[in-house]
């Protein structure tokens, strides 16, 4: 039986930050953009069971190395001093983009070049928003659905139990 491909989704991590309006008014701290943007997607992969790898940039930043850490299931990245978000999604997809299902959220062109070229998907920072902003609509349906109908006794209680009421109600009447 052939193995199930793994699903994995890449985000680079400043470019999202940059493109949407939601997390730029965070700007004057970038530690709330992207614990904002990290809070997202703990939302969207627990509800889509994929793979979710956040990178953010540290190329310029004196000393760095590279740093991961998994909060919540989402691996958060920060690249190593001289290391691009762009060229760590890049070396990923050399790994795994023909052997298993990656999609990469960006709007830099050339990253979306590499991402088709490697076997990958590529996804703009505002499909991206659109998709998150969808998955979350579906997950208010359906927590609204469920606590709808788990208000219902019948739903709540056995068949006896019900059947035991039922009967209480006839003899009250």
């Given at each position: ?86 060229s ?57 659905s ?27 009447e």
């Amino acid at each position: 039986m052939p193995r199930t491909k793994k699903e994995y989704l890449f985000i680079d991590g400043y470019n999202i930050i940059n493109q949407w309006k939601t997390l730029r008014n965070y700007t004057e701290n970038i530690e709330n953009s992207r614990n904002k943007l990290i809070e997202d997607l703990i939302e969207y992969k627990a509800y889509k069971g994929i793979n979710v790898i956040v990178v953010f940039d540290a190329h310029l930043v004196k000393g760095s190395n590279e740093k991961k850490e998994v909060i919540s299931g989402v691996e958060v990245v920060y690249t190593r001093e001289n290391e691009t978000a762009d060229s760590y999604i890049e070396k990923q997809l050399d790994k795994i983009g023909r052997a298993e299902i990656v999609q990469v959220a960006t709007s830099d062109n050339y990253i979306q070049q590499i991402v088709l070229a490697r076997g990958g998907t590529r996804m703009s920072s505002e499909e991206m928003f659109l998709e998150l902003n969808k998955t979350k609509q579906e997950i208010k349906q359906k927590t609204d659905s469920n606590r709808q109908s788990s208000t219902k006794i019948s739903n709540i209680l056995d068949s006896t139990t019900l059947e035991k009421l039922e009967n209480l109600r006839k003899s009250i009447e």
